[in-house]
Each structure stands twice: as C-alpha cells, then as structure tokens.
C-alpha cells in the first residue's frame, strides 16, 4: 500500500481529521459542497495548514501539489473574496463558499516552471501578499557567481534631466573584463535599472563574458525620473511612442557615461532592453533612432494600447525596413486587462518583424507578468540579443 494510504488509514483509525490534497480539492468543489459534506470538507482543509494558522489574514501559503495550487481564505459569508495578482491572467478570480463553515476556496492550475505572485480581495481591501515559486522554478546556473571568478562594480548615478525636467538615478555597471587599453565598451542600456540590478543582470553578464558568448559592455542601468512633486514619470517616458526618451539618451544618459566610460558609438555595438513599459520603450528607441542603437532586448513589452503601443504592428508592416535586431520575450500567462492582451502583442510584434524581414527572435515560455520573468530567462536573452546577424 503506498505511503499516502498508509497514512490515511492510520488517521483514519486514530480518529483524525485528514488533510486533503489540492488535486483532492480540486474534485471536491466541482460540485459545490453544502451541509455536513461542506463541514468535513473544511475540517480537511483546515487539517492541511500547521496548527494555530491564522486564514483570516491572507499571509498563508497556499496549498500546492505539482502543478495544482489551492487558494484558501477564511472570511464571512458575505464577503465574497477574490484572488487578484498575477494568477489567472491577471484577471482574477472568485473563491468559492465551503458552505456556511467561513472558508472560501479555488484552485488553479499552475505551472510547474513558474513564479506568481497573487493577494487576496474583499471588496476594495486587500489582504495578504505574496509571490509563490512553484516546484521547478529557478534561476539558471548564469545568475549566480561561480567561485574563483572575478566579478564587476556597480556605481550609482544620479543626475537631474533637462529633456525630462526630472530628477534621475540608476546604476552603472563596469564587469571584470572591462579594461580602458583594450579600447571603447559595447554598452548596453536597460531601463528600469535597479530591478534588473535585483535580477543579478552584472552576474549574468560577467558570466556570458567569461564564456565568450556576449561581448564586453558597460551597463547603464537607469530609473524612471522622478518628478518635482515625488512623481515617477514612468509610464510617460516609456509608453509614448516618440524620440522624447531617444533624445534624453543621446543628449544627456550616454553623455554621462562616456565622460566616465569609452564606449563605442556604432549602433549595432549598443543595445537597450527592457521590461513591460521598459521592454516597448526600449524597441521606440531604437524604432526611432537606428542611428543611435541598434539592438533590442524586450522582456515582457506592452506593445499594447497604454498610450497607443498597440499600433506597432501595422506600422512595422507599412514602414521601411530599419537597421536594427531585436529579441523578443514573453509568457503565455501575461498580462490581459483594459489596455489588452500581452501575449497575443508580443505575437504580432513578432509576425510583424518577421514579415518584413528583420532579424527577430522569440523566446517563449509559459511565464507571468514580472521581473523575474525576464530574469530568468536573462542570460539566453543577452546570448541572442548580440549574436550576430544571420549571413544572408
């Protein structure tokens, strides 16, 4: 008799309650479970959680078994909460009553390969928080150090833009490898720097560096500006579709690095990659000014209507044929909300490019709307972003 049944009988015969597992779960709330079949049900789901676990306040764990997750919250019986977050597509989802015992309950399929992040809602408040990494989710090798091998400096910046009338912050990243005699840097740019700083991007790239499978680069890792009244000025400077943020590159954030740093100038010796609104924002960049990069790395983009992104696409398909490269990321559990669907974007983004015969490539996987989506698929992205166009 395996393990499982072997300790369910002996709960059984001791009189305890058993746990239920999510799967089990999953079956018993297809039909909604009422009466004393709701009451036993709850005493399992209550069994399943450490003594003393408190499932009012949503800083639970939930309940996971391969790819099934099991959402419990205790709460009353008008309260109808709802899970909110990345889950689902982000759209969210109802819990449902264990009849009148005060436990609500859901279970998603999630999977395996993957990190979440979900809270729970009653009404407009909102409880718990967490991120939750699933039984196969981790970094690859790239992202930690290896011992014995030399690592880079991060230094941070600060500056005030004129462009953007903002005050601005971020990180320069010079890696081991970087030495002045050799001669001037690649650079590549990366917006919304400090969260690829917390993606260990300096550990990765020194890594591919010591591989020989991205060449030397200086980092420039930059932060949304802040305006004068605290505002972050994110969504204006990455989402509008213009040469605004191009120009403050080439007349102020470069300018700052290469009074530090040499770097070299040819396009396709910098690239610029991004994440969400930093992964559209960095392809407008090099849209704009080819001139000025020529290599694209999107994770995650909103190529979606936030300030009309959604239009890329079609004018990829109308317009000439640019000089740049561009590497593509995405997850089929992306965002879908009022502004539209991420993954379904990033598609066309990519059929857009293709068609009109740019060197493109498309990394998909089955990810979530996050940082740490782009991070762990960080080092295979730095791989294609500077791999060398295909001969013709």
């Known amino acids: ?39 036993n049900l709850a005493e399992r789901i209550r069994a399943s959680f450490p003594p003393k676990t408190d499932l009012t306040r949503g800083t639970h764990a939930p309940l996971i078994e391969g790819e099934y997750v099991a959402f419990i919250l205790e709460a009353t019986a008008d309260a109808r909460p709802r899970i909110g977050g990345m889950v689902n597509h982000s759209r969210g989802f109802d819990l449902l009553p264990i009849g009148e015992t005060g436990l609500w309950a859901r279970v998603e399929r999630i ?50 833009s004129k462009v953007f009338d903002n005050d601005r912050k971020g990180w320069i990243y010079i890696p081991a490898a970087f030495d002045p005699k050799a001669g001037p840097a690649r650079l590549m740019i990366f917006q919304d720097g400090t969260a690829y700083k917390n993606e260990h991007v300096g550990t990765v790239v020194d890594n591919l560096i010591a591989d020989g499978t991205m060449p030397v680069a200086i980092l420039l890792l930059l932060d949304p500006g802040v305006n004068d009244d605290g505002r972050p000025n994110r969504s204006v400077e990455y989402d509008t579709l213009s040469d605004r943020y191009a120009s403050f590159l080439e007349k102020e954030a470069i ?103 740019y060197d493109v490539s498309f990394l998909q996987d089955r990810g979530f709307h996050a940082y740490w989506s782009g991070g762990r698929v960080l080092p295979e992205s730095l791989r294609r972003t500077w791999s060398e166009p295909p001969a013709r």
């Open 1 to 39: 008799m395996p393990h499982a049944l072997l300790l369910s009988a002996a709960l059984a015969l001791a009189g305890q309650v058993q746990p239920i597992s999510p799967r089990d779960l999953d079956q018993a709330l297809v039909v909604p479970p009422r009466g004393e079949s709701a009451a």
């Open 255 to 357: 300018p700052y690095l290469a009074e530090r740093y040499p770097i070299r100038s040819e396009p396709m010796s910098r690239a610029i990659g991004g994440a969400s609104s930093g992964g559209i924002c960095a392809f407008t960049v090099a849209w704009e000014r080819p001139d000025l990069i020529g290599r694209v790395c999107s994770h995650i983009g909103s190529f979606t209507d936030i300030r009309g992104g959604h239009v890329y696409p079609e004018k990829i398909r109308m317009s000439p044929k640019k000089p740049i490269k561009v590497f593509l990321h995405d997850g089929t559990n992306d965002l879908i909300n009022r502004f539209g669907d991420w993954w379904l974007a990033n598609v066309a983004m990519n059929e857009a490019l293709k068609a009109k015969g």
């Open 111 to 160: 999977p395996t390969d993957t990190k979440f992040a979900y809270h729970y809602m009653i009404g407009d408040r909102r409880l718990g928080g967490k991120a939750v990494e699933m039984p196969d989710w981790a970094y690859p090798p790239e992202s930690r150090e290896i011992p014995g091998r030399k690592y880079g400096r991060y230094e941070p910046i600060s500056f005030r």
